[in-house]
């Protein structure tokens, strides 16, 4: 009988177990897992030779018959033929198949008690097992198993299918009895299952790995060999970039694998020195050890993620090379640069495994990979192969996943160097410091407290003085929006807001807006909530900061003066009512105000408040909960999966509202519809898998509590997702201000 893997296009079972095979053990065999790699890909879809998935092909049986499930035969298959192999840990193959069509699953969750017993459940995939068992039982199927090189199945098939059952859930019962914080276990489970993932796609999208190409090291002097320096900053940054060239003659096994860190202030050029450092590690990894890591570019914001790709497209350029053929952006809006034409399963597929030299990502795509729970983990074996992982303002990562963090990077597999790059740095990364000491980098900013203890007061001010370049950033959207509308109302010139709840589209065209207004000279005034904090390329000349943590003063401190021009100021806020509280917490707000609220009383400038920084930080560590963050690493290291979940922004519930502004969203729309209503479920996944990141642009997702005070309908039926129609725009959705939540800003 002629096994088949899939149909449209028809693929034969051991094409694709083959091809899934070598791609696996190639990923693999770098970490040491080579002859698992060859077990997962052969053995990952040995339940499709069941007659019952042949006829579901064929058309003869209906999708979703429990006989035609084939992930547990071919997981419990690859189990005993690691035990006959002489492998280690066959429970994690096992894992690593059973989960290869959804994510990782907590072992004792799908090893039932029963089989401790000595015999197969009634419930689930194990209800039809022996059914399937009983149906392979053939020369078919020996002759198949036979073929991939793989050991005679009948003893399986006539009683050690239950044995080797029997045996996995014993040793998935002993793992409750684990203790530690030892994360090997898990990381190993987690790189067979990211290596199967990424064959079993390539295989079917028959899309090979490609081969790693070479950026000159000194791409990043050739992009500034074309910008004359200028400023008071520029000698620092020619400093800051001598000082990483330095730091690349050190072994390299200091280097490569290695965890360092990259601290400079604010405006010294930290980007282009990190790309300078990556390139100049990767070559030095080519020449020493013929490997050539990926550069992995990661930032908290999608905004700012735009902003480097930018740069990075420019070095590159300058280098003489293609950016497209060497530079990946991947964050969840990235899709929207896909052209009709384009093959959405292939771009994919490109994304999901960062196939570029350079790759510019999120947070929000790099750390849950290394969880596992609900992500696609695709990534984590590409970093493990080798990497450069550049962890860029990581001072925006929650304090109290701190510690779970520093776990999952201090154990992180295979050969990668991590660089934590901030001004303001957390110590998430322990180790050599790359920056060298910038002697006499200038002093930038004054920070001390301001006299205004309301919005009214503020308002009163910023009229009273007038139109000058200043940012305003305040804590909550409601505060953002208030003040806006007092001093727009007001006639305040050349007058700007900035928050969450605009659409992205309004937002990146605003930004654009800003930049140009200051790069011309005029007196803007920027009212923000924390949108501008991170890596936004802005320059004013004074600044109000509602009060905050420490790195978040000095993150906007870092958006004041930012060329070092004169004297810059940043007063800090106490505002009467305290919104910071409901923000951050009163850890990180007690913290701040005990190491600078004094000096802020006399002012001090940001060279000084960068220096209480580790101090800072110690007083956070003590004081955040430590337990959660054990909990999740104890429960990773038994491969307790149900009870890990990595939430990068600790944020109330939000919901999605898609506004129909113009014929694009409309037309995204109807097309949205369209896929919605087709029958094919593969046609219908790729055509929304095109749609949903374009949708994005048009997407705002407010609070839940105010989202429901002006409540859109549905979107084409959707509970979970709600529309704004084009004729009732007005009635939710202020160009200038962003999502409406209250019936007094209709007025």
Not at 551 to 578: M, T
């Amino acid at each position: 009988m002629a096994f088949l893997a899939r149909t449209d296009p028809e693929e034969p079972l051991p094409d694709h177990l083959r091809g899934v095979a070598s791609f696996a053990e190639g990923f693999l065999a770098p970490l040491g897992l080579g002859p698992e790699g060859r077990v997962l890909g052969l053995c990952h879809d040995l339940g499709k030779a069941t007659p019952y998935f042949q006829e579901m092909l064929r058309g003869k049986r209906p999708r979703g018959d429990p006989l035609t499930w084939h992930a547990l035969p071919g997981a419990l298959f690859a189990a005993w033929v690691a035990q006959k192999e002489g492998l280690k840990e066959p429970l994690l193959l096992f894992l690593a198949i059973l989960g290869h069509h959804g994510s990782l699953p907590t072992p004792w969750g799908k090893l039932p008690l029963e089989l401790l017993k000595g015999r197969f459940p009634k419930e689930g995939a194990w209800k039809v097992l022996p059914e399937q068992l009983k149906a392979l039982a053939g020369p078919d199927f020996r002759a198949l198993v036979q073929a991939l090189g793989l050991p005679d199945p009948t003893p399986f098939l006539e009683g050690e299918a239950l044995k080797v059952a029997k045996a996995l859930a014993l040793e998935a019962d002993a793992l409750l009895d684990q203790e530690g914080e030892d994360l090997s276990r898990h990381f190993r489970l987690a790189l067979l299952y990211s290596a199967l993932l990424d064959a079993d796609r390539r295989q079917a999208g028959r899309v090979p790995p490609p081969s790693p190409a070479p950026i000159p090291s000194g791409a990043v002097e050739a992009y500034l060999g074309g910008r004359p320096a200028q400023g008071p900053l520029a000698p620092h940054r020619e400093a800051l970039l001598r000082g990483v060239a330095e730091a690349l003659k050190a072994p390299l096994e200091a280097l490569f694998p290695a965890r360092l860190t990259l601290t400079a202030p604010t405006g010294a050029g930290k980007t282009l020195a990190a790309l300078r450092f990556a390139l100049g590690l990767r070559e030095r990894v080519r020449e020493e050890l013929g490997l050539l890591p990926k550069v992995v570019y990661t930032l908290p914001y999608i905004a700012i993620a735009d902003q480097v790709a930018e740069v990075a497209r420019r070095v590159l350029a300058a280098a003489g090379l293609s950016p497209e053929a060497h530079l990946l952006v991947h964050h969840h809006l990235a899709l929207s640069r896909l052209r009709e034409e384009d093959p959405v399963e292939e771009a994919l597929l490109l994304q999901e495994t960062w196939d570029r030299e350079v790759v510019v990502t999120t947070f929000h795509q790099v750390f849950p990979a290394l969880v596992g729970p609900g992500s696609p983990l695709r990534r984590l074996h590409t970093l493990a192969e080798g990497a450069i992982l550049i962890l860029d303002e990581v001072q925006t990562l929650p304090a109290e996943l701190w510690p779970l963090l520093r776990g999952l990077l201090r154990a992180l597999p295979g050969r990668v160097t991590v660089v934590s790059m901030t001004a303001t740095q957390p110590r998430l990364v322990e180790g050599r410091e790359l920056a060298p000491r910038l002697p006499g980098y200038p002093r930038r900013v004054r920070l001390a407290w301001g006299e205004e203890g309301t919005l009214q007061d503020l308002s009163e001010r910023l009229l009273r003085e007038g139109p000058r370049s200043r940012l305003v950033v305040l804590n909550t959207v409601r505060e953002a929006v208030d003040l806006y509308r007092s001093l727009k109302e007001a006639g305040l010139p050349h007058l700007y807001l900035l928050t969450s709840y605009l659409l992205p589209k309004h937002r990146k065209a605003r930004l654009k807006a800003i930049q140009k207004a200051l790069a011309e000279g005029l007196p803007v005034t920027l009212v923000a909530t924390q949108v501008v904090e991170a890596g936004v390329d802005l320059d004013f000349r004074e600044g109000f900061r509602a009060f905050a943590p420490l790195e978040s003063l000095l993150q906007v401190a870092g958006r004041v003066n930012r060329n070092a021009l004169g004297e810059g100021r940043l007063w800090v806020l106490d505002l009467a009512d305290r919104t910071g509280e409901r923000v951050y917490g009163k850890i990180l707000l007690h913290r701040t105000r005990a190491v600078l609220g004094e000096r802020l009383a006399e002012g001090l400038w940001d060279l000084e408040a960068y220096a209480l920084l580790e101090e800072y930080y110690r007083l956070v560590e003590e004081g955040i909960g430590r337990a959660e963050a054990h909990k999740a690493l104890e429960a990773l290291s038994r491969l307790d999966y149900d009870q890990v979940r990595l939430n990068l922004l600790d944020e109330a519930p939000t919901l999605p509202v898609f506004v129909e502004w113009d014929e694009e969203a409309t037309d995204l729309l109807r097309r949205l519809e369209a896929a919605w209503g087709l029958e094919d479920p593969a046609e219908r996944r790729q055509a929304l898998r095109l749609l949903f990141p374009r949708l994005q642009a048009y997407t705002v997702s407010p609070l839940l509590r105010r989202a429901l005070k002006n409540l859109p309908p549905p979107l084409l039926g959707r509970e979970d997702w709600r529309h704004v129609p084009r004729e009732a725009v007005a009635d939710y959705y202020d160009e200038e201000v962003g999502f409406k939540w209250e019936m007094d800003q209709f007025l």
